[in-house]
């Protein structure tokens, strides 16, 4: 066995990967009285969550198994941000001016459906007519393109990656540990249980690890003896300052989406490319399907000034559902990824429930959809 450095103790929890999700569960088991070691290889939250629109949009029937972590994370969202930024002195971006869904003769219907499932589930939806949807944001294409919108007045955004840091720091505060520049190699493994990990700076020792590598976390698969089929979907972005017309809140359409930023640029997303492979790279393609999304959205946006592009990696699985809880031939060993194109809105309400299951030691039935002893 390596040296063992530093920070770890057979009683301490693991994680593996500083992403959004890694940082919440930091925050949460430390608030369980936990002692946490996160390890990130680069530097916390320069990836998928780096790269998030960020859009904490409201739970819809889309979400299936999802739709109970995604009510729990939905509910919990402004209070967390503040309760973090409070704690964190990291400003999150956090801009809550509610978001719209434009109907098309092709997805009313569908949309209508939503409206009626989430005032189901008390939350704050209302339909707007084709004259308030201008009036709400008048920078919409007007040629009739749009006969209205779902309108949901509590949904918000942020940036992800500072949320997370946030996060991070919060769990420090309350004794948790963070390496950047950490990469895990390995995890080791004798009698059923993992007794370390094998890292950039030798072998540390832990009582309990938390795979939350996102697009990489399959990397462990081998020394799990389980599969954890994770792969990356690229997803490019840009942003554009000066909008001719303002953007009043999330517009959402066409496939994609436009997010107001606090510091007054709108984020413009996002592609869907599953034969990217981890590259995580802009492409002359990329950047000519958002500015078509534009088109069809906001023209006048074209004419604002292009201020930056950008690309990510978000962790999707082989069969799109979320990979959360114990890996089966493992007693001490926990998996959180696959959260693909809802990680912001899910990590609140994810971290939460896995965090009490690994303090127990008893997976929550809640979990049971996203056993990562599926793929075995
Ligand atoms: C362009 C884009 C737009 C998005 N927009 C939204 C949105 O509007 N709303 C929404 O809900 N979701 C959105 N998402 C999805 C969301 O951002 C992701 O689901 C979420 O960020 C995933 O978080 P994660 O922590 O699992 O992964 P990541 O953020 O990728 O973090 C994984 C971390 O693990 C680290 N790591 C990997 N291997 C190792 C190793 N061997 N050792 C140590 N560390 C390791 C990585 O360096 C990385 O920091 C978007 C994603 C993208 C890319």
């Not at 997370?164 to 493994?189: K, N």
């Not at 009698?191 to 700076?201: F, H, I, Q």
């Not at 699985?317 to 912001?344: T, Y």
């Amino acid at each position: 066995m390596a040296d063992r450095v530093e920070g770890g103790s057979p009683a301490e929890i693991v994680i593996v990967g500083g992403g959004i999700m890694g940082c919440a569960l930091a925050y949460d088991l430390t608030a369980r009285g936990a002692e946490v070691l996160l390890l990130e290889r680069r530097e916390l939250a320069r990836e998928a969550s780096w790269a998030s629109a960020g859009i904490i949009s409201p739970p819809s029937p889309k979400y299936g198994a999802k739709a109970e972590l995604a009510l729990r994370s939905y509910a919990r969202y402004r209070g967390l941000v503040q309760e973090i930024e409070d704690a964190s002195g990291i400003a999150t971006g956090w801009t809550s001016r509610g978001i719209v869904n434009v109907a098309t003769s092709e997805n009313e219907d569908a949309l209508r459906e939503t409206l009626r499932w989430q005032q189901a589930h008390g939350l704050n939806a209302a339909w707007l007519d084709a004259a308030a949807l201008h009036e709400h944001e008048p920078a919409l294409r007007a040629d009739g393109t749009f006969s209205g919108g779902l309108f949901n007045a509590d949904a918000a955004s942020l940036l992800l990656g500072e949320f997370a840091r946030g996060l991070a720091r919060a769990a420090c505060r309350r004794g948790a540990t963070v390496r950047e520049q950490c990469a895990v190699f390995d995890i080791e493994t004798s009698g059923g249980r993992a007794t370390g990990v094998r890292t950039v700076d030798g072998t540390i020792a832990a009582g309990t690890v938390v795979i939350a590598a996102g697009a990489w976390s399959r990397q462990f698969s081998d020394d799990l003896g389980s599969r954890i089929p994770t792969r990356p979907v690229r997803g490019q972005m840009l942003a554009v300052a000066n909008a001719p017309l303002p953007i009043n809140g999330v517009i959402q359409g066409s496939g994609g989406y436009l997010v107001p930023r606090a510091d007054g640029t709108v984020a413009v997303g996002a592609t869907e490319e599953h034969d990217a492979g981890f590259v995580a790279e802009v492409t002359p393609a990329g950047i000519s399907w958002l500015v078509d999304l534009i088109d069809r959205l906001t023209p006048s946006l074209k004419d604002g000034r292009l201020v930056a592009t950008w690309a990510g990696l978000r962790p999707a699985s082989d069969d799109d559902e979320l990979i959360l809880g114990k890996v089966p031939q493992l007693d001490n060993v926990w998996v959180c990824s696959g959260h693909f194109r809802s990680g912001a809105l899910l990590a609140p309400g994810t971290s939460e429930v896995l965090a009490e299951s690994i303090m127990s030691g008893n997976v929550d039935t809640s979990l049971a959809p996203f056993d990562p002893g599926r793929f075995a």
